[in-house]
């Protein structure tokens, strides 16, 4: 009998032949293309014991006919000894054709159960700065393996291919240029063996990732597969298809397909099952809030019950949960105001406020979050904001703005910032909570920005008479902004925002009183003199008879 190691060799060899040669070099490449799926698949049949198979060794034996007759025309093309181009490129053609129907044949077989468990070698893997081309033969065996080896075979080829793919970037690259390996990848993860279609959704949510291959895997028709992976796969399966669904869903041309084919529904589903774990539940929560950009999604997600069942999510005590399903309820209502009144029905607002509450066990990334839901959910409306004051945000928000981290602070400064531009009730409610003395705190920050935010807020603020009045009473707030006002390294921009607090200050008797009698007088006419905004008219309002002859130049000036 033939030996299949000796068509192994001899495969090999004519591939190296075969790569010297410069005519017909497309038609070439083509015949190497299928002579390494060849070699690839005899590889794997080797040391099987079922090789004495009669079948098997008449194909062999045809094997190396065909690569008997593939020489002579190698030979013909490095030599130039070939009689016309059209007639070889017609002989090449039949060559690829011949290889192409070994390659069936052995796949026949192995499916037939010829090939049994375990004794195939197993191609090495190519060292780190290996050629593209030994990648590709080694990516092509892989793929046999997946395509006409048993369980085992085709488990340690996606478990291998898997390594590869998430060591480095440019291999995946290779990969997807291996014909028909995307397409095998889709098809098994349809495949009865749960272990087969978790190893496989694995390998797609790696590639799936790149958006160079998106368009790959959605033309290789994979949502349908994710989607049934979705409903009736393993676990591991499902987060492999929910990460997957979740990067292909960036895409907004993809949100129909997954609607199409049940995922809202699916995804629901896992989010309102107990058993679903994190790991899950949180790509789930990512490709529904990619989804609803779409409007006809969105009204089936709320018709499906989404709302309720993302809020009931804000409440667990996960924080990836906890920040997928905010993320999701922030999208849904964002631009909404029907779903935005949903929202508030179903306990939306009382369930953030709650992970904002500085007693309860959550991380600051979801305080965070939860306050930016809160801000472009609820500052919008003075009603909803009410609604905040009667759960307490208020006194979160200060507590916050008090003995917060930085990242936790500074939100919560912005915050405070847009509310003081809402309504007189909220200034008043800010100013009776004691924003003010902690916004002076701010006015010397090192970044402009946040002076900037703290001044405008607090001139918000002391623009409501009685907040004028509490905010004169401690001597400390007023002397402090007009220390800061002499101090020489403060810029113009900030000096003219402390300005314009201590000209709000000067409609209440007491401060501008306590103004005009500080030692600071003199640094505040030489603002005016220096002609910075609003100094004029501050010293204006300061003035009164027994000095007003001492200014009168600056007036007339």
């Not at 292909?248 to 049940?262: C, Q």
């Not at 989010?271 to 809030?289: E, F, K, M, N, W």
């Amino acid at each position: 009998m033939c030996s299949l190691r000796q068509a192994i060799e001899v495969i090999s060899s004519l591939i190296s032949y075969s790569h010297p040669i410069k005519v017909f070099v497309v038609k070439w490449q083509l015949i190497r293309n299928k002579l390494e799926e060849l070699c690839s698949s005899l590889t794997a049949l080797e040391n099987c014991d079922s090789i004495q198979n009669p079948i098997l060794s008449g194909m062999i034996s045809a094997i190396l006919a065909s690569a008997s007759d593939c020489y002579d025309l190698a030979r013909r093309c490095v030599d130039l000894s070939y009689s016309g181009k059209l007639l070889m490129q017609s002989d090449l053609d039949v060559m690829v054709a011949k290889f192409e129907r070994h390659v069936k044949n052995l796949f026949g077989i192995c499916t037939a159960g010829i090939l049994t468990q375990g004794f195939a070698i197993v191609v090495s893997r190519p060292g780190v700065n290996a050629r593209k081309d030994d990648m590709r033969f080694y990516f092509r065996d892989l793929l046999t393996r997946m395509k006409i080896g048993d369980l085992e075979m085709k488990r340690q080829a996606l478990l291998n291919l898997y390594d590869v793919v998430v060591e480095d970037d440019k291999y995946v690259k290779i990969l997807v240029e291996v014909g028909d390996i995307v397409n095998i990848l889709v098809s098994l993860l349809d495949s009865v063996e749960l272990e087969i279609q978790q190893e496989a959704a694995k390998v797609v949510s790696v590639i799936s990732g790149f958006d160079s291959y998106k368009s790959v895997l959605i033309g290789a028709g994979i949502i349908g597969p994710l989607i049934r992976v979705l409903e009736s796969g393993s676990e591991i399966s499902k987060e492999g298809a929910a990460r997957s669904l979740q990067k292909l869903t960036e895409n907004s041309d993809n949100a129909w397909s997954v609607s199409a084919y049940g995922g809202v529904t699916a995804l629901l589903k896992i989010c309102t099952s107990a058993d679903s774990r994190t790991a899950l539940v949180c790509p789930a929560c990512g490709v529904l809030r990619n989804l609803v950009g779409v409007d006809e999604i969105k009204r089936f997600m709320i018709e499906e019950g989404a709302v309720p069942t993302l809020i009931k999510l804000a409440r667990s005590k996960d924080e990836a949960v906890q920040i997928s399903s905010i993320e999701f309820l922030q999208n849904i209502a964002s631009v909404d105001e029907s779903v935005r009144q949903l929202v508030v029905r179903e306990g939306g607002i009382r369930a953030l406020v709650r992970v904002f509450d500085p007693k309860s066990a959550c991380t600051s990334k979801s305080r965070e979050m939860a306050l930016w839901a809160i801000e472009n959910l609820c500052f919008s409306s003075a009603g909803y904001i009410i609604m905040l004051m009667n759960y307490g945000f208020m006194d979160q928000l200060l507590f916050f703005l008090r003995n917060g981290d930085v990242s936790v602070q500074e939100l919560a400064l912005k915050a405070a910032f847009r509310l003081c531009g809402k309504s007189e009730e909220t200034k008043k409610a800010m100013g009776d909570a004691g924003f003010m003395s902690e916004l002076v705190k701010f006015l010397d920050a090192k970044s402009f920005e946040v002076r900037e935010m703290a001044a405008v807020a607090l001139s918000s603020l002391v623009s409501v008479p009685k907040n004028r009045k509490r905010f004169v009473q401690d001597d400390r707030n007023v002397g402090f902004l007009l220390q800061l006002l002499d101090q020489e390294e403060a810029n113009s921009g900030s000096k003219k925002l402390l300005i314009s607090i201590l000209l709000s200050l000067t409609s209440c008797n007491s401060g501008r009183k306590k103004i005009a009698s500080s030692g600071y007088l003199k640094n505040i006419e030489k603002l005016a003199e220096a002609e910075v905004s609003d100094a004029k008219r501050l010293v204006r309002k300061l003035s009164t008879n027994r000095f007003r002859s001492i200014l009168n130049v600056i007036w007339h000036s």
